[in-house]
C-alpha cells in the first residue's frame, strides 16, 4: 500500500500477539523512457520543472524485442504514487516516446527487490520512527498448506520441504500432524 503522507511504501505486519503494526519502508519507484535524443532531452527538462523530486540518468537497457541496447532515460521517483502520476503526465505530453517498466504494481515491485510476498511470514529490522530497515523472509512462495496452517518443515510428508527450519508459532506439530517430520523437536 501507499501511505499518502510519507511518500513510502507500508508493511503491515501482525506480531506474536496479534496486535497489527504499520511500518513505513522508503521504495523509491523507476521507469525508463526511450526514443530519439531531443525527445528524450525535452523530457528531462520537463521532469525537472515539476513538483516532485527525481532523479533521472541516461542508461542503456534491453528491450526483450530489439538486439542491440537501447538508449533510455531512467526516472526515479520518491514513491509508487508520484511515479504514477509523473508517468500520466509525461505519457500525455510525450506519447511518441515508448515507455517501459510504467505499469508494474507496487507488490510486484516489492517481491522482485526483496523477495516478498502475500502472507510471507517476515522478520523485520526497524529504527526508532518504524521505518524497515532490513527484511528477512521465513518463509517460502508455497510453503504454506492449502489449509493455511503450519509451515512447509512440520505439515504431511507430501508438501513438507526436507530439510527446512520450522517457523516460530507455527499452527502445527509433528505431534498432531499425522506423517510430520520431526523439525521442531530437535
Known amino acids: 500500500m501507499a501511505d499518502r503522507r510519507r511518500k513510502s511504501a507500508v508493511e503491515y505486519n501482525r506480531t506474536s500477539g496479534r496486535n497489527e503494526v504499520a511500518l513505513r519502508q522508503d521504495f523509491p519507484v523507476s521507469f525508463y523512457a526511450a ?5 528524450l532531452r525535452a523530457l528531462w527538462r520537463y521532469l525537472q520543472a515539476q513538483p516532485v523530486p527525481v532523479k533521472l540518468e541516461r542508461q542503456e537497457r534491453r528491450d526483450l524485442f530489439q538486439a542491440e541496447l537501447l538508449e533510455v532515460l531512467a526516472i526515479e521517483a520518491p514513491g ?15 506519447p ?15 517481491a522482485a527487490r526483496y523477495g516478498t510476498f502475500p502472507l510471507a511470514k517476515l522478520r523485520v529490522s526497524v529504527d526508532e520512527q518504524e521505518r524497515v530497515q532490513a527484511i528477512e523472509r521465513w518463509t ?14 512440520c505439515t504431511s510428508s507430501q508438501t513438507a520441504t526436507p530439510g527446512a527450519p520450522a517457523l516460530p508459532g507455527c499452527a502445527s506439530t509433528p ?7 520431526s523439525a521442531h523437536t530437535a
Open 175 to 181: 505431534e498432531s500432524t499425522p506423517g510430520a517430520s
Open 80 to 94: 509508487i504514487l508520484e511515479q504514477e502520476r509523473l508517468f500520466a503526465r509525461a505519457s500525455q505530453d510525450f
Open 96 to 110: 511518441d516516446l515508448t515507455y517501459y517498466d510504467a505499469d508494474i504494481s507496487l507488490p510486484l515491485r516489492h
Open 35 to 39: 526514443g530519439p535524443r531531443p525527445r
Open 140 to 153: 517460502r512462495p508455497g510453503s504454506w498448506t492449502r489449509s493455511g496452517r503450519g509451515c512447509a518443515s
